[in-house]
């Protein structure tokens, strides 16, 4: 079975905000929520996750709102997204904000670390480990479901979770299928990303 590859470190990427409000679930509005501003890293200033931007006025609301970067404007997390997604999954509720990154196959949980275990309540756990089943269900087109609290990740498997330290910018996770005497199972590890040219 081969391996598989993800990039981990979540930052907003600066796409063009084109057509990004026709994906917004009818009558769903980010409202008084702004945790993506402090749990999602910011390109364009080098905010790493968890912390809050600076711009955001005691996590209420931006500053510069009608300057604020292209990555800011495009973004919108999974709440927004997924229509199955009832208002349990509000980030600002929940206390994590859902993203999906390379192109669709790697969901990852950004957590208020003020909250580092609110991914473990129900009915959250029980659903991230049902799509980490379905993903690995994908194989060899795994799909991959982790969580990051600031830079700590954990990556979810079927049948445990692994937690792999921080993770830098210039670092992935790789999961690979090996076979034992006991039968297969996935090994995680971090790895370096390639250079890009
Ligand atoms: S986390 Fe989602 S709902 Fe909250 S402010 Fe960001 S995009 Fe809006
Ligand atoms: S610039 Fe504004 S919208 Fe962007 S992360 Fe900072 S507070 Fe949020």
Redesign the pocket.
């Known amino acids: 079975m081969g391996e598989h590859q993800h990039t981990s470190a979540i930052a907003r990427a600066a796409t063009p905000p084109l057509g990004a409000d026709e994906r917004v679930v009818p009558g769903r509005a980010c409202g008084t929520c702004?945790l993506c501003?402090k749990v999602v890293g910011?390109l364009e200033i080098a905010k790493p996750a968890g912390v809050w931007?600076p711009?955001?006025v005691g996590g209420k609301r931006?500053a510069?709102?009608d300057a604020?970067?292209a990555s800011?404007r495009s973004f919108l997390c999974q709440w927004m997204l997924e229509k199955g997604l009832g208002p349990e999954w509000k980030p600002q509720r929940a206390k994590f904000v859902l993203v999906k990154t390379e192109g669709g196959k790697h969901l990852t949980a950004c957590v208020d670390p003020f909250y580092p275990t609110a991914w473990r309540r129900s009915p959250y756990y029980e659903n991230l480990k049902q799509w980490a089943i379905e993903g690995v269900r994908r194989s060899p087109d795994l799909h991959l479901v982790n969580v990051l609290i600031a830079s700590r990740c954990i990556v979810i498997l079927p049948d445990r979770e692994v937690e792999i330290g921080t993770l830098a910018h210039d670092e992935g996770i790789q999961v690979e299928m090996k076979k034992t005497y006991a039968g297969e199972t996935l090994e995680v590890r971090k790895v370096k990303k390639p250079l890009t040219p």
Do not use: A, E, S, W
């Open positions: 702004t501003c910011v931007c711009h955001c931006c510069i709102y604020r970067y800011c």
